[in-house]
């Protein structure tokens, strides 16, 4: 059993090597092509009508004209209403995914003119690498920024992503901002702490005071050989009152059953651990769901990484464990003393979240330093 665990190790850890060598070939390969397209630009924004003046913020591909789409890229519809609780103004434009003639072989062309029309005077832009799809290619914000002189911020909240250091090295040094929580970087090589202002929605704030009768909630993926595969495996078998949901799992929560259920939890898991893959520098790293919990009033469990260290005090804030043995004594400890010491971790984190990093505050961080 032991040597086929072995083998079946070795045989996905040569398959991740290859198959991160051919997506970053074709990646790199679009990223250098796409320059071609750079004397079209240029020729073609002559002619454009630019308007006179200068939006403050310009949102692109957000919105989706099919329903799964909205419901998958959820998240970028919270980042259009944490910009205007920030205060700021901004523009969008639609995405038809239907139409494959367009998806195919114009979106790029397409984007490049509508946004050179529009002049903005920033764009935002979602940097996640994709080979293939209605995804425009990053190097087209670059080339519009130079031909509008307009500044870039460009952001990613996929898991990947954030802690490729391939991709983040190179998009610092392409755009003006670059996001990768818990860090926005800047052109002048200084970096802000930066917690996603999005789930530190006023919609998405749940009193922490709330009645809790949910014991131990855990909501994603299922995952095979992680760390959370095992873990909760082993605390169901050790009869734990653990509630799983999502993808894999017993059923899938709507974000409405979601924010009940986390309205309802007294302590919230996060595991952070992920498969080898020589593409990642680090093998441990937070989810977007460690901070909702957070936003939510829950008590958040955390299986240690460097991340939430950085944007929260442990202990404090939230609680971290290390191994089994750790998370066992963790969880037997805050259930039973969950209003005594647990409540008041989950309040206090409540609160920084909302002082520190709410989308005012972010927002503004970002802007007073393009």
Not at 172 to 177: E, G, R
Request: hydrophobic residues 40%.
């Amino acid at each position: 059993m032991v040597n086929n665990l072995n083998i079946y190790n070795v045989l996905m850890t040569y398959y991740y090597y290859f198959k991160s060598i051919y997506l970053g070939f074709i990646i790199y390969c679009k990223y250098y092509l796409s320059i071609l397209i750079l004397p079209f630009a240029y020729f073609i924004s002559i002619f454009v009508k630019k308007k006179n003046y200068k939006k403050k913020v310009f949102l692109s591909f957000i919105r989706y004209t099919h329903q799964n789409k909205k419901i998958k890229y959820k998240n970028n519809y919270r980042v259009i209403e944490s910009l205007k609780e920030a205060g700021y103004d901004f523009k969008f434009i639609n995405i038809d995914i239907n139409d494959r003639v367009y998806k195919n072989f114009f979106y790029n062309f397409l984007i490049l003119i509508k946004i050179i029309k529009l002049n903005p005077k920033y764009i935002y832009f979602f940097s996640d690498i994709q080979t293939s799809g209605i995804y425009p290619n990053i190097i087209v914000f670059y080339l519009i920024s130079k031909i509008i002189r307009c500044k870039t911020i460009c952001i990613s909240h996929d898991k990947n992503w954030k802690i490729n250091y391939k991709y983040l090295e190179l998009h610092k040094k392409l755009f003006d901002t670059t996001i990768a929580q818990p860090y926005a970087y800047f052109k002048n090589h200084k970096k802000i702490l930066f917690a996603e202002p999005w789930y530190a929605l006023n919609e998405l704030i749940i009193s922490s005071k709330t009645k809790r009768d949910i014991d131990i909630l855990f909501v994603g993926r299922k995952v095979k050989n992680q760390s959370r595969s095992l873990y909760i495996n082993k605390l169901l078998k050790d009869g734990f009152n653990l509630k799983v949901f999502g993808p894999g799992y017993k059923r899938t929560l709507s974000f409405k059953e979601y924010k009940r259920m986390y309205s309802k939890t007294k302590i919230a898991l996060n595991f952070t651990g992920v498969n080898k893959n020589p593409n990642l520098k680090f093998l441990k790293h937070s989810r977007g769901r460690a901070l909702e919990v957070i936003a939510f009033g829950g008590l958040l469990l955390e299986e240690n990484n460097k991340s939430t260290n950085l944007l929260f005090k442990k202990n404090k804030h939230f609680i971290q464990f290390s191994n089994y043995k750790n998370l066992k004594s963790q969880l037997k400890f805050y259930l039973l003393n969950f209003n005594k010491y647990g409540k008041k971790i989950a309040s206090d984190g409540q609160k920084y979240y909302i002082n520190n990093y709410s989308p005012k505050i972010m927002w503004n961080k970002i802007f007073i330093r393009l």
